[in-house]
């Protein structure tokens, strides 16, 4: 009988749980993320070495949003408030994902 790969044998287990959970039979595990209340565009922005246009550029916002927060005039949503911590956090994974939907 042939010797199964790691791989075969990962995505075989992995069928097998989702046809578990299917049945009711494996909870699937759940996280539960608690955005910060506030988050410091301007420390993230200048660790990582873009002027305010760069940065918006570069992640997607709008210059304007980006001025307002830095500024106190407005605080991110909270998915935007997930999203820079993301940023801060490994902003080369975000870079990699956002130039595979740019491509």
Known sequence: MPRIK???HDLVH????MAAH???ELPLPTRKVIPPKTVDVASIRKK????????ADHFGFA???IKDWEQGRRQPERATRIFLEVIATD????EKALARLSS
């Open 48 to 55: 990582l070495g873009y002027n305010q246009k760069q940065f």
């Open 22 to 24: 299917r049945r009711g």
């Open 14 to 17: 992995a069928v097998r749980e």
């Open 91 to 94: 902003s080369h994974a975000v």
């Open 6 to 8: 790691k791989s075969e």
């Open 63 to 65: 210059l304007s949003a």
